[in-house]
């Protein structure tokens, strides 16, 4: 059995240190505030499908390999934590608002059909039929069913109550045999010349009911996503913003999330406004994750950008065939660090 030392307790370092911890490793998780950066804010889409970008097919298989693992990940973890997650793989509508933007959404429904993506496209009616809230004015759209949602503060908090007591800490010396870096775009404070930026997302929480599937809308080139809960929270997302590590919440920023959501839903225009909030996501030149070696004994799992929460579950798997085999499974293989050595110092 190893010691191993998680830096970053968010999503990914978290379901990290927990499958370690489950197979008999020691593990100390290296954070002041757990759950607080990215994982505190993301809206928690598992979108292989959805979140699936033109040029990115590589990403692709991962983040279908990542959404297979989920059901079992999500059912073990609320077992060992006694947490609800309110995890769904019940699918996403995917909507456009104008007739511009059907034609977007046809382009992406063919180019997911051509990846072998699940996507089935909806006339208006049949949109409207599985989300009734929806405007009248939608052109249609389609549905992704291998989509689904999870609430990340709640998995954050399940993934703390299932680890042994003690494993987070602030700080202190430990002789660990294998070091995992995983503190999101900050992990390039730990590691000079690695490729992983900040990009800023803004996010807006009401609370109202009568939506039950993810939608994700373009409205005149706009993008929206919106993220029903059973507990009636709403979430609506999400700005992406090169600013540095600016957090600051703008009220363009949030006209920018509101007022295509309320295009599509305009219920939403009467919801209770709960919350917003700005996170910073970890990108890379490639939006694909940084999994790998960076010194003896010392790996990164970050860079996992818009797909934190879907891929943890995975990524927490491949540190531990690291540790059981001394290599990262061949699924990970496209996403060494060593990839952008040249543009590393
Ligand atoms: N996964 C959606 C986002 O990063 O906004």
């Known amino acids: 059995m190893s010691r191993v030392a998680v830096v970053g307790g968010g999503v990914i370092g978290l379901a990290i240190a927990w499958r370690c911890a489950e197979r008999g490793h020691e593990v100390r998780v290296y954070d002041p505030a757990p759950g607080s950066g ?41 077992s060992a934590s006694r947490i609800d997650l309110s995890y769904r793989n019940d699918g996403t509508v995917l909507v456009a608002g104008t007739d511009d933007d059907l034609r977007a959404v046809r382009r992406l429904v063919d180019f997911h059909r051509r990846s072998g993506l699940p996507v089935r496209p909806l006339t208006a009616a049949e949109v409207r ?12 759209g389609a549905f992704l069913p291998g989509d689904g949602q999870v609430d990340p ?23 660990a045999d294998l070091t995992v870096l995983a503190a999101g775009h900050a992990t390039a404070d730990l590691v000079p010349g690695l490729p992983v930026r900040p990009v800023k997302g803004q996010i807006a929480r009401l609370r109202g009911d009568g939506l039950t599937h993810v939608i994700r809308g373009q409205v005149a080139n706009r993008s929206v996503y919106i993220v029903p809960r059973a507990d009636g929270e709403v979430v609506v997302g999400a700005t992406e913003e090169e600013r540095g590590t600016d957090t600051t919440v703008t009220a363009g920023g949030v006209l920018d999330l509101l007022r295509p959501a309320v295009a599509l839903v305009p219920a939403l225009a009467e919801y209770e406004l709960v ?22 004994g010392t790996v990164v799992a970050t860079g996992h950008y818009r797909d934190g929460v879907l891929l943890a579950p995975v990524t927490a798997d491949a540190i531990v065939t690291l540790l059981d085999t001394g290599e990262l499974p061949e699924l990970f293989r496209p996403f060494s660090p060593d990839r952008f050595a040249e543009v590393a110092p």
């Open 275 to 296: 919350e917003t909030s700005a996170g910073l996501r970890p990108g890379t030149p490639d939006n694909a994750p940084l999994v790998g070696e960076v010194a003896p």
């Open 129 to 140: 039929d599985r989300e009734p809230l929806l405007s009248p004015r939608v052109r249609g």
């Open 38 to 78: 990215a994982t505190g804010v993301a809206a928690g889409m598992l979108a292989p499908t959805g979140e699936a970008r033109f040029g990115e097919e590589p990403l692709h298989r991962l983040l279908l390999a990542a959404a297979a693992r989920w059901p079992a990940f999500a059912a073990e973890l609320a």
């Open 153 to 175: 503060r709640r998995v954050a908090r399940a993934l703390l109550a299932a680890l042994p007591e003690g494993t987070v800490v602030t700080g202190g010396e430990w002789p």
